[in-house]
């Protein structure tokens, strides 16, 4: 049974950090890209960042570029995120989403791409 599984959120106050983690199992194929999506109450789910796991591409939002990171170990099948100088805007459910496909800086913001999703971390940025 395929699973991703995120941990790792919390409450923190701005300014601070958080990482994420995602860990894939139970995958019978190879996956191309990992991303983090968010969904902040009444708001559509958003991406966040996208990673190609066999070329290490690299995508972020234009609201985290250079605030967060996005990196993997394909040898524990994981995925993290690290969120520095966090903002209340940054407040939301993260979710982890695993693509059979190949997608580029074009694409990887849409959900349709994904194939398995994780059930959410909560992330809570206030003073």
């Known amino acids: 049974q395929v699973q991703l599984v995120e941990s790792g959120g919390g409450l923190v106050q701005p300014g601070g950090s958080l990482r994420l983690s995602c860990a894939a199992s139970?995958?019978?194929?190879?996956?191309?890209?990992i991303a983090w999506f968010r969904q902040a109450p009444g708001k559509e789910r958003e991406g966040v960042s996208c990673?190609?796991?066999?070329?290490?591409?690299?995508y972020y939002a234009d609201s985290v570029k250079g605030r967060f990171t996005i990196s993997r170990d394909n040898a524990k099948n994981t995925v993290y995120l690290q969120m520095n100088s966090l903002k209340p805007e940054d407040t939301a459910v993260y979710y982890c989403?695993?693509?059979?496909?190949?997608?580029?800086?074009?694409?990887?913001?849409?959900?349709?791409?994904?194939?398995?999703w994780g059930q959410g971390t909560q992330v809570t940025v206030s003073s």
């Open positions: 989403a695993a693509s059979e496909n190949r997608l580029s800086g074009s694409t990887w913001r849409g959900r349709s791409y994904y194939d398995h």
């Open positions: 139970g995958f019978t194929f190879s996956y191309d890209a």
């Open positions: 990673i190609g796991v066999s070329d290490g591409s690299t």
